[in-house]
Structures are given as structure tokens and as C-alpha cells.
């Protein structure tokens, strides 16, 4: 009689459910590979971009006690690790953590960092611009963007696909409103600087305005989406009533101005932590509000994959900072922490069937 290890029967059962349940308006999803990578120290912030047909990570790492220093490192996915390709950035004065955005543009990477010095009126961004061909040595130079745009506004980390406007591809630094008191009677939900020179210039300003901002909410953790080159937003807020994610799309208006209305994926118990868009089809990624071990995969609003996070050997097990990728053709990555290192990644790709 053959026996299968705890991970094996995992495994198996995930592709049977996935082949099973995700089924939709004549599309399906198969599962193409699952992978745990573990990383050698833990990430404060990490983004995640495709660059070369590789899966790389920026990581931003501080040390302990002594050790304190900020380190910031270009990571890439070589079979079960995350091997350290460079170390862009080390400072045992710098106290906050920077914001950082990351594009692929002519297959080079670049990776815009940010941090607000200053105070009062003499606040403004300190930015510098990162650029390789290669992901392993980068050229980095001062770039300067506009502080007033971002004025009331969060910042923080995330990567983005260019977005098409008016003939031009633009790299997208994009702030949201976040006070925790009234809404806005004025402005505008969502301020984004606009670069047309793959990071050289931010001097394109677009608006985003959003009606449903609701009192005594935190918004932060603001990503850009962009699919086919209609532009939608992702962000977590935090109210009375809890936390859990959102996902708005935008029309154009007039100018660089565009008006944004939610596209409901409210779910009983489960809070939303990631949406991508497929073709004509949405997939999105839920944790359980009441359980941190359970996270959920919809594809279309309509079905569910329960997905367990594989076991670390830690105390704790959970399904944190769940996040999706769009790989070559229709592949889709589909990446996780289920604990201290530990990242699980499955690969998705839609097929028609008759």
C-alpha cells in the first residue's frame, strides 16, 4: 500500500478542486505548478515584478538591535529561494521606510524610490530612479516629483504595467486620500504624477474622482490595475466596521481628469486582498476575517477554491499579503505568506472547452 506525505495529498487535492470548481461561462482554470520559496530574512515591504521571463522581488529588510540598518535588495525567484541578486541601497540613519514603485518598460526595470523630507512648507520628495537591463546592476540617479500633488495624500509600494493615454505610455506614482475624519467636501480621492520617459519627468498630473468615500475611514495600501488599457484601483481600508480591501474602475472625464465607481466584491466574512482581470473575466483573492489560515481564489464572482496554506513547522500559519501576477500569454502567479520566510506560489492559466 503506497502512502503519500502530507504535502503530496495537498497538492493532489488542490488540483482536483481547481480542475472541479473554477469553472465558468466556458472557461476553466488549470493549475500549471506549485512552489513554497522560502526567503533567507523577512521583507518590511516587498513588491513583486515580472522582468525577463523571471519572477524578481524588491525587498526592504532591517536589521535587529545593533544591526539596524535599512537594506534594500533585488531578489529573484531561482527554484525554492529568493536569491539576493544586489543590494541597491544600505543606511543605518534612515529611520522611515521609503515608498518604492516598480514598471517594465523595453524590457528594463525600474524602480522609483521616494521618501518625504523636510517640514511644514519645506516638505517635499526625496526621490531617486533605479534602471537596469540585466536586474543585477542598476544605474540610479535624483528624479523629482511633485509633493503638492501628494499633499493629504498616502504612498507606498506597489508594481504597475504603463498605461496608455493619448499615444503615450505612462508610469503611474499614485497617492490616495487617507484621513480617518471626514471625507473631502473638495478635491479628489486619488492623485496620480505621470511619466512619459520611463521615469525621468513626473510632470503629468491625473485626478480620480470617487463618491463613496465614507467617514472615519483609513485608506492605504493604493495599486493601479491595468487591463487592456482601462485603469481601476485596488486599496485597504480600515473603518468601525473593520477592514478589508476594495476595487474601483475609472472612465475618463475630460483632460487627465476620470470618474471611479466600485466594483462589488463584497463577501460575507472574507475580506478582499487582491483582484486581477483576465481576458473579460475578474479573479480575486479573499482571506477569512475570522480565521488567518483560510483564503479563498474566486474566478468570475461566482465560484470558490479553498486554498490551505502549506506547513511551515511555525507556531503560526496563516495566508498573509496575497498577491497576483501576470506572467506570459494568460498565466497567472498567485503568490502568498503562510508564515516567517515561507511564499507559496501556483501558477493558473484560463482554457476554453467546449
Aim: charge should be positive; proline fraction near 2%.
Amino acid at each position: 500500500m503506497m502512502f503519500l506525505s502530507g504535502k503530496s495529498f495537498f497538492f493532489l487535492c488542490f488540483i482536483f478542486l481547481l480542475l472541479r470548481v473554477i469553472k465558468s461561462d466556458h472557461v476553466h482554470l488549470l493549475n500549471d505548478e506549485f512552489l513554497a520559496v522560502e526567503n533567507p530574512f523577512y521583507c518590511i515591504r516587498e513588491s513583486f515584478i515580472y522582468f525577463r521571463n523571471e519572477v524578481y522581488k524588491i525587498c526592504i529588510h532591517k536589521g535587529e538591535g545593533m544591526d539596524s540598518k535599512l537594506n534594500i535588495y533585488i531578489q529573484k525567484k531561482r527554484e525554492n529561494l529568493w536569491e539576493v541578486q544586489t543590494e541597491l541601497f544600505q543606511d543605518s540613519r534612515k529611520t522611515k521606510l521609503p515608498s518604492f514603485f516598480s514598471y517594465v518598460v523595453d524590457e528594463e526595470m525600474i524602480i522609483i524610490f521616494c521618501e518625504i523630507t523636510g517640514y511644514e512648507v519645506k516638505r517635499k520628495f526625496d526621490c531617486t530612479r533605479s534602471v537596469s537591463s540585466t536586474g543585477i546592476d542598476f544605474k540610479t540617479e535624483k528624479v523629482v516629483l511633485p509633493y503638492d500633488l501628494m499633499k493629504n495624500k498616502n504612498i507606498t509600494f506597489y508594481s504597475s504595467a504603463p498605461f496608455s493615454f493619448t499615444n503615450h505610455k505612462y508610469l503611474l506614482i499614485c497617492g490616495i486620500y487617507n484621513s480617518a475624519l471626514k471625507s473631502p467636501k473638495q478635491g479628489n480621492f486619488i492623485n496620480c504624477a505621470g511619466s512619459n520617459d520611463k521615469g525621468l519627468n513626473w510632470k503629468t498630473k491625473f485626478l480620480f474622482h470617487y463618491d463613496n468615500i465614507e467617514d472615519y475611514t483609513t485608506y492605504f495600501l493604493l495599486k493601479p490595475k491595468i487591463h487592456d488599457n482601462k485603469l481601476g484601483f485596488f486599496f485597504n481600508y480600515v473603518s468601525s466596521s473593520g477592514e478589508s480591501g476594495k476595487y474601483i474602475e475609472c472612465e475618463h472625464k475630460s483632460n487627465q481628469d476620470f470618474n471611479c465607481k466600485d466594483v462589488d466584491f463584497i463577501k460575507k466574512d472574507k475580506a478582499l486582498r487582491d483582484v486581477i482581470k483576465v481576458n473579460d473575466y475578474y479573479i480575486t483573492s479573499y482571506a477569512n476575517k475570522n480565521s488567518s489560515a483560510v483564503c479563498y481564489l474566486y474566478y468570475s464572482n461566482e465560484n470558490s477554491l479553498l486554498l490551505k496554506p502549506r506547513n511551515t513547522g511555525e507556531d503560526y500559519i496563516g495566508c498573509y499579503r496575497g498577491t497576483f501576477m501576470k506572467l506570459d500569454g494568460n498565466k497567472i502567479l498567485f503568490m502568498y505568506s503562510s508564515g516567517n520566510g515561507i511564499y507559496n506560489l501556483y501558477t493558473f492559466r484560463p482554457n476554453s472547452y467546449a
